[in-house]
């Protein structure tokens, strides 16, 4: 039988919640800026006319403001379905930006308009956004394009009354100037910025998990390595037990023979142990995938594990009442274990296993009497020899968790309960493990 295989995207990665690129982010910041700077120019061009009775061509002007918004409204559109964005597309938008600019500009007294200095508002996006070649191209086409606007431009018919100080139109302009570039610029970089700290927490993420996943294939190559040793010492132990369960000497004495038997029993629990961990690495011994459904597989799962440990209470609640066929998957398995052993580590007389169906996830929660997770394991939870046990290498059990979780597409919750004692939650996709002929994909 085949399994489903981990929920994926396309492309193949797991399926998980991943942000934008930064340079994605920056082209939104500025499909907003272009819509700012659309409703500045109209609200501008307004005022200066209707208030102050400054002649301007509006006809040229409103077509320019047109094309303007008809390039917004095509950015958006584009960017709205790729995710990709390179340099190269962050200065053509910036020089159409530099182009609707001096087009408006040239309209309006080119130069001699106090609004040419949001010229520098285009140079200071640039050199945020853009690599240093790309940066040094916007300053040469805004110098370019202030020396076209000073000699072919006709100036703008306003007085040059600076003598009267802040009542002066033009200076007042230019204090309306300064004022919409400080603000835009406060803004839009803060957020420019957040967005490029945002790319370099989730590059770190992305090499934090390479470097995990590294050290699970060292940690399977090193458990396949030691399984294949195991092998053959197991097998003359079990020899071994069995010769001497069939001598005289123990067939006569009954405890000896009960005591044969719980270790034959713990060498069949080894040699499962041995097998599952070759099946992980795709060195099935004979042994083969087994169709079943989620209910018996959970049900199979809790009472062997309460079989094969020294827990006295297990309290098993499954929840799940529509079920449905699954694999049954070693590697599921021994995840699910894992996190019942470490509950059952932390408290010896009580361990809690609850399994629920919340539409296309599984839920499982383990809890526990414990003393519970201190803080600082709650913050690093899952990170490798992160225990509270003292042991030299421990911590291993919840990383293997919380990394065969993840590559299913799934994730795993830590917390206090506030009676007392830990939960553990996995939320895994259905899909992962549902079988291939049941709408999955594959393994």
């Known amino acids: ?47 200066v006319t209707q208030a102050f009775g400054v002649r301007l061509d509006i006809l040229s002007m409103a077509g320019v403001l047109a094309c303007l918004i008809g390039f917004n409204i095509a950015s958006q559109l584009r960017w709205h379905e790729s995710s990709i964005v390179t340099n190269r597309s962050l200065f053509l938008a910036l020089l159409v930006d530099v182009a609707t600019l001096t087009a408006q500009l040239h309209l309006s007294g080119g ?10 508002l285009q140079v200071i996006l640039s050199a945020v956004l853009l690599e240093r070649w790309w940066t040094w191209a916007i300053v040469a086409v805004t110098s370019l394009s202030l020396l076209g606007l000073g000699l072919f431009s006709p100036p703008l018919e306003l007085p040059l009354d600076h003598a009267r100080g802040v009542t002066s139109l033009y200076v007042q302009g230019m204090l309306l100037c300064f004022a919409i ?58 020899v071994i037990l069995g010769d001497w369960k069939r001598m005289p000497e123990f067939s006569r004495n009954p405890e000896l023979l009960e005591e044969i038997g719980e270790m034959q029993t713990q060498l069949k629990r080894c040699k499962s142990i041995v097998t599952g961990i070759l099946l992980s690495a795709g060195e099935a011994r004979g042994e083969s995938s087994v169709k079943t459904t989620l209910n018996t597989f959970l049900d199979e799962l809790a009472e062997e594990w309460r079989g094969s440990r020294p827990v006295p209470a297990l309290s098993y609640l499954n929840h799940i009442e529509q079920d449905l066929p699954v694999v049954s998957d070693s590697t599921l398995k021994q995840m699910i274990c894992n996190v019942l052993d470490n509950a059952l580590e932390a408290s010896p007389q009580w361990v809690g296993f609850e399994a629920r169906r919340d539409d296309d996830t599984l839920t499982l929660r383990v809890t526990d009497n414990g003393p519970g997770f201190a803080p600082a394991m709650l913050a690093q939870f899952g990170k490798p020899y992160q225990s509270s046990k003292g042991r030299t290498g421990g911590g291993l059990g919840l990383f293997l968790v919380v990394n065969v979780a993840r590559t299913l597409g799934g994730r795993v919750h830590a917390s206090n309960r506030a009676g007392g004692g830990a939960a553990v939650e996995l939320a895994l996709p259905l899909a992962a493990i549902r079988l291939a002929q049941e709408g999955g994909h594959g393994r």
């Open 181 to 238: 570039d400080a603000a835009l610029l406060v803004f839009f970089i803060a957020r420019i910025t957040r967005n490029v700290r945002a790319g370099d927490a989730q590059l770190a993420d992305l090499r934090q998990r390479a470097a995990e996943e590294e050290h699970i294939v060292r940690m399977g190559l090193l458990a396949s390595g030691a399984a294949h040793e195991l092998g053959t010492p197991l097998a003359t132990l079990s």
């Open 111 to 120: 130069a001699s308009n106090p609004f040419v200095f949001l010229f520098l």
């Open 1 to 47: 039988m085949q399994a489903a295989a981990p929920a994926t995207r396309h492309g193949g990665e797991p399926a998980a919640k991943v942000e934008p690129p930064a340079g994605h982010q920056n082209m939104r910041q500025l499909i907003q800026l272009r819509w700012i700077a659309v409703i500045g120019q109209i609200t501008t061009i307004a005022l």
